[in-house]
């Protein structure tokens, strides 16, 4: 019960905003009374934090397989993007509640889901920092590298459509080629 009542707040937190959407709304989204959400969740705060924590958890470990996987600064980064991307697809609502829904949180789990992420666009500064150690990437500022890659592919879930033209991992694929000669020295 606890994923169904998840299920239905994410869908409606990705259409409707968090704020904007109440415990009853979530309470006849999952087709249950609003005081059988309470066996399960606290406070809505707790529904939208157990979404960041699971995005979060799920793409560390998306990740740290890819990664692991990979040899090479190239390959590494290479795989990150794929990653990155293809579980931004996949996962787009929950992505976009990450990304306009952090404001919902109190201050202490605000805190516990940035050092979340900080964690993660370390393992990407690393594979910057590797490619740079080996030669093969330009020696720029790595965090400001990072982030831009991030950003960028963090921001295919806003524009991605499952029915368009391009495979998600055609998507990845482009990304890949443009990033990687982008970050390619010369």
Known sequence: MKDKIKKSAIKLFYKKGYFATSMSTIARATGIRKSSIY????TKEDILLDIFRTSMNDLQDALRTRLDAATGARERMQAAIYCHIIFHI?????????DSELRGLTARNYKEIIQMRD???????????EGVAEGIFVDLDIKVISYAILAMC???????????????EEVADIFSVFILKGLARS
């Open 39 to 42: 066996h399960h969740y606290s």
């Open 90 to 98: 996949e996962r787009q609502k929950e992505a976009i509640i990450a």
């Open 154 to 168: 963090t921001a295919v879930c806003t524009w991605f459509n499952k029915s368009g033209r391009l495979s998600k």
């Open 119 to 129: 964690d993660y666009e370390k393992k990407i500064q690393r594979v910057l920092e």
